[in-house]
């Protein structure tokens, strides 16, 4: 199996995960005399064994994100790390920017006036700069997922 089938059953696992214990939830208290439309007890061990699979196979993943490089010799954690860290970069120059703009709700020339102290120009060309390394970063992480054979 290839790291990226991996990754896309690891997703698939964490939904079904998520959905059994909506189950779980929904079934686990009925009214006096009525029967739940499942058995809450063998959603709760097919849960369990959910969870047993997701554990080998996040292990898995995590021994290759270890021990796979790059073609610029980055191991993939290392790549992950600084990707993760490009996202949430991003995500604060773009709160910043967002910060920026009001509605404007002045009625008079006499109200308040808002006046933005960021530079939103210089903070627009490092939100596009992080993005374009961001997207760059994932292409080779994705390319180097679907040649990782676990």
């Known amino acids: ?55 080998k196979l996040v292990l898995a993943i995590n021994a290759a994100n270890m021990s796979n490089k790059l073609p610029d010799g980055r191991i993939l954690t290392a790549a992950i790390a600084e990707r993760d860290s490009l996202i949430q970069r991003h995500g604060l120059l773009q709160a910043a920017i967002g910060s920026t703009q009001k509605e404007p709700d002045r009625y008079s020339a006499r109200e308040i006036k808002w006046v933005s102290v960021f530079d939103v120009k210089k903070l627009q060309k490092q939100s596009e700069d992080l993005a374009k390394k961001l997207r760059e970063l994932n292409a080779k992480i994705q390319e180097s997922n679907w040649q990782v054979v676990l």
């Open 1 to 55: 199996m290839k790291l990226a089938e991996a990754l896309l059953l690891r997703g698939d696992l964490q939904k079904k995960l998520a959905s059994m214990r909506e189950r779980i939830v929904r079934n686990g208290l009925v009214q006096e005399g009525n029967t739940p439309q499942e058995d809450p007890e063998a959603l709760l061990l097919e849960a369990y064994a959910v969870t047993t699979e997701l554990e």
